[in-house]
């Protein structure tokens, strides 16, 4: 299995409100929080290291590519 990386969500639109929706009253702390145990989560669920390489690698070249803010 490789990583999916075109669009493969249903709705998401409706995944990103729900994800906007789960860190709504959080502290900054607990939003870290949130995000680590959600990718532990997921990661957990992909259960492949081969995927979850690709997905990491592939996340941090899109950040390190991004303009500093």
């Known amino acids: 299995m490789s990583l999916i990386t075109d669009p493969n969500l249903d709705s998401p639109d409706d995944f990103y409100e729900a994800l906007i929706a789960a860190h709504d009253g959080l502290a900054e702390p607990e939003s ?16 492949s290291l081969e995927v979850l390489r690709e997905a990491l690698a592939a996340a941090r070249l899109d950040a390190q590519s991004a303009p500093a803010s």
Do not use: D, P, Q, S
């Open 32 to 47: 870290h929080a949130l995000n680590a145990r959600l990718v532990l989560l997921l990661a957990n669920h992909i259960g």
